[in-house]
């Protein structure tokens, strides 16, 4: 189940601003692959920064991932953003948030639990087979 959904970008950004941004054709619809593509990137960047902690995908979704994922889709969509330009800040707020959920500074949501210590791999070694001895 993805964390960006069409229904959720247009709830928070209207569908005329996502027809604006998506429809290169003129159709005067949401390019539905554009928008697609863009909440699918979205996800897996979401899912990048929330893997050190939690199983993904999370499920179900909390509303903080979603507000996340439509965040970063949103900016996706976007392209030639100057530095001050409101969007890529408040994307920049977005990774932030998503880097301090990743640090374990900041959660989810209080249903999921964290997965632990991340996704650290324990290797146990037998001993040594070969080597020099210094006479």
């Not at 941004?21 to 003129?26: G, P």
């Not at 999370?58 to 889709?73: Q, S």
């Not at 998503?98 to 001993?127: H, R, Y």
Request: aromatic residues 6%; glycine residues 8%; contains cysteine.
């Amino acid at each position: 189940m993805p964390y960006a959904t069409q229904a959720a970008m247009i709830a928070r950004y209207r569908e005329s601003v996502l027809i604006e941004l998506t429809d290169d054709a003129n159709t005067g619809a949401i390019d539905t692959v554009k928008l697609g593509q863009a909440m699918a990137d979205a996800d897996a960047e979401v899912d990048g920064y929330l893997a050190v902690r939690y199983p993904v995908p999370v499920v179900p979704t909390p509303a903080l991932v979603e507000r996340l994922a439509c965040e970063i889709a949103y900016f996706r969509l976007h392209s030639d953003l100057g530095n001050d330009h409101p969007v890529l800040i408040r994307y920049r707020d977005t990774v932030a948030l998503l880097k301090a959920i990743s640090d374990g500074k900041a959660q989810i949501g209080p249903t999921v639990e964290p997965t632990g210590g991340g996704n650290l791999v324990e290797m146990v070694s037998g001993g040594r087979r070969f080597g020099r001895e210094l006479s």
